[in-house]
């Protein structure tokens, strides 16, 4: 009955959230009394303390629903060459973490859960579903944070309900409908020009609040179309609903699966340019790092060591105190403009000098840039291409902090300093993780777009040049591999379990445990005296057996494939050339004014598409 009081309870919270124009904060609030409050939380790096909230959660679910969980995951560990019905010691702590990579990262992240969760039966007879269960702590940057967004913002719903929708309260992602053009690459179809107008609507209604826009707002609007709820395939192109505007990631402890302790505990990553460095290159590695928690936006890295209360983080503090007197900002925190800022990644791609924007698909090039110029033809807007967040740690650190004198904070992708797995709050030696599972969906590799550890490494370049009195060590250098197998204390470093979305590879360091557990280290755990061997691959055997048995179907299948990709391939040539004289007839698209917008595809790079924004007389 709890239960289904507090389902009832997010419909309802959904329901009223119901116009896109919700995006828009709330200002003139009251502050809390700091009189006997604090909306700032201060630390060291000798002396790191946790959210109390945070703790408070983390210990009750692990001393609960964690407990209960290893035991029906492992049973009496006889299956594993254990006995333990016998032990009597706190069982592993367990972090998550889905790195970033748009989509794709997105989709692997959400597959490899699936392979991880009790829920599942085949990952439960498989051995792995259970994992899930026993985990602590969840991380998502950029791709990886609309995973764990989703799952939060639907209850925690099985992944394939999830992705796919289950016919009932469940839309799914409705991946087949494009980010940026969902109703194909006319950009002045009535249903893309409706669509575009619900989110400058958003975008307008925020700005009208005093508060500075970006491109990462119209971005932040698109991802929840997907992967928040409110949405689906009937009311897309509508404002029926608020689709995502006004869920709130502060609200996070109001779902009905956070207040059962189902879930772990979620954090999201986000770099931060130096304000006023207009930096549009790879950072620093002493660039700070924030994660957005339910409870706040905080760093652990030494040179901040700082936390803000979410609830009130739009508000611009000066030594934690509102510059606006006793009034406060809420509702800055959308879930959507969260998901967006750890994917920001615009200050990399756009090119204000020429009006360009890369590494995007010729219809979303195309449109972005078309969003931005209404925007900025609307609305005040500032630093165009990061996630503009007030700063709440003016006059804090003023020896250290790289923004101590700002008034705004600049976040972009998380990364951006090229750690593009989240593994900092998991290192956070506050938080004592000894397993750390990575769900590896980077594209570190430019021909394959397979990861090769580029994230470890650059991990473990800031953890030993800036981050040794806060954060644990971290090993690992390349994929499919087991690393920090053995600490002379758990103290020391977790043990990093890394699945790579990539053909398996191990490696072989014999340590003295069950046999069953013995066979898994020496194949996985990575020895840098002795790189993985592809000819030992996990599962190879098996393949080839597969392939033996069924080459003559897959070679008919290849040539059928074939036939198809001509055909396909000769379709859209035609459809591409038809297309293009179409789009040729248009010359003004929007309201009558002195100059109108023509974007014209041209490229110098054969790897990666770009889009020039020109004026032309009309």
């Known amino acids: 009955m709890k239960t289904l009081f507090f389902t009832q309870l997010l419909v309802s919270a959904s ?48 001393n609960t629903v964690i407990a209960n969980a290893w035991n029906d995951w492992l049973g009496d560990g006889t299956s594993l060459g254990y006995n333990l019905t016998a032990y009597t010691g706190p069982f592993p702590n367990v972090g998550i973490a889905i790195p970033g990579g748009g989509l794709r990262a997105a989709q692997y ?56 929708g289950n016919g009932q309260d469940l839309e799914g992602w409705l ?36 508060v500075d826009t970006s491109l990462t707002d119209p971005w932040s609007r698109m991802i929840s179309y997907h992967f928040l709820n409110q949405t689906s395939r009937q ?37 931060s340019r130096p304000v006023g460095s207009n930096l549009t290159t790879i950072l620093p590695l002493d660039s700070v790092v924030y994660e957005i928690t339910p409870l706040e936006l905080a760093s652990y890295d030494p040179f901040l060591s700082s936390g803000m209360n979410l609830s009130y983080a739009g508000t611009h503090l000066s030594s ?112 004592n993780l000894d397993v750390i599972v990575t769900l590896e969906g980077s594209a570190d590799d430019p021909v394959n777009n397979w990861p090769n550890g580029t994230g470890l490494i650059f991990t473990s370049l800031r953890q030993s040049q800036f981050l040794q009195s806060s954060h644990k060590i971290c090993w690992g250098q390349c994929p499919a591999n087991f690393f920090g197998c053995d600490p002379s204390t758990s103290d020391d470093y977790p043990l990093v379990i890394y ?17 069953i557990c013995s066979q898994c280290f020496n194949q996985y755990c990575y020895n840098p005296q002795s790189p993985s061997s592809k000819s030992e691959s996990q599962g190879l055997s098996k393949i080839e057996s597969f392939l033996g048995q069924n080459k003559f179907k897959l070679i008919g299948g290849l040539i059928g494939l074939a ?40 490229s110098d790079n054969p790897h990666t598409e770009v889009y020039k924004m020109q004026m032309y007389p009309n």
């Open 15 to 62: 329901t009223l959230a119901s116009h896109v124009t919700d995006y828009a904060p709330a200002t003139n609030v009251e502050c809390p009394d700091l009189s006997t409050t604090s909306l700032i939380r201060t630390f060291t790096p000798q002396n790191q303390t946790l959210h109390p909230a945070e703790e408070e959660y983390v210990t009750t679910r692990r």
């Open 109 to 164: 992240g959400a597959s490899a859960l699936l392979a991880l969760d009790a829920r599942n039966a085949s990952s439960k007879a498989a051995g792995t579903g259970g994992l899930l269960q026993v985990a602590s702590y969840i991380t998502g940057l950029s791709g990886g944070s609309w995973v764990t967004g989703s799952l939060l913002f639907n209850n925690w719903p099985t992944i394939d309900d999830l992705v796919f």
């Open 175 to 210: 991946l087949d409908l494009p980010f940026v053009t969902p109703d194909g690459d006319n950009i002045l179809s009535a249903n893309n020009q409706a669509f575009y107008g619900s989110i400058l609507w958003s975008i307008i209604a925020k700005a009208d609040r005093g």
């Open 235 to 271: 009311n897309f192109f509508t404002n029926d609903t608020g689709h995502g505007a006004g869920q709130l990631w502060s609200q996070i402890p109001q779902i009905p699966a956070y207040q059962n302790h189902l879930v772990p505990f979620p954090i999201v990553v986000a770099d």
């Open 320 to 431: 934690g105190r509102s510059l606006n007197g006793s009034s406060c900002v809420t509702g800055f925190d959308q879930a959507g403009f969260v998901m967006g800022s750890s994917a920001s990644l615009f200050n990399q791609l756009l090119d204000f000098a020429h009006n360009t924007i890369a590494q995007f698909s010729n219809s979303d090039g195309n449109a972005l840039l078309y969003v931005l110029s209404r925007q900025l033809s609307e609305v005040r807007t500032r630093a165009n291409d990061v996630a503009n967040w007030p700063n709440p740690f003016q006059g804090q650190r003023v020896e250290s902090f790289q923004d101590a004198n700002a008034t705004w904070l600049e976040l972009i992708d998380g990364s951006s300093n090229q750690e593009n797995i989240p593994y900092g709050p998991l290192l956070v030696k506050a938080r």
């Open 499 to 515: 699945l790579p979305n990539a053909p398996p590879i191990t490696a072989s360091i014999p340590v003295p445990r069950s046999s």
């Open 563 to 602: 036939a198809f990709i001509a055909l396909s391939s000769l379709a859209i040539i035609i459809y591409k050339k038809w297309h293009r004289s179409k789009l040729s007839k248009y010359h003004q698209i929007h309201e009558p004014s002195s100059n109108s917008l023509v974007f014209e595809e041209f």
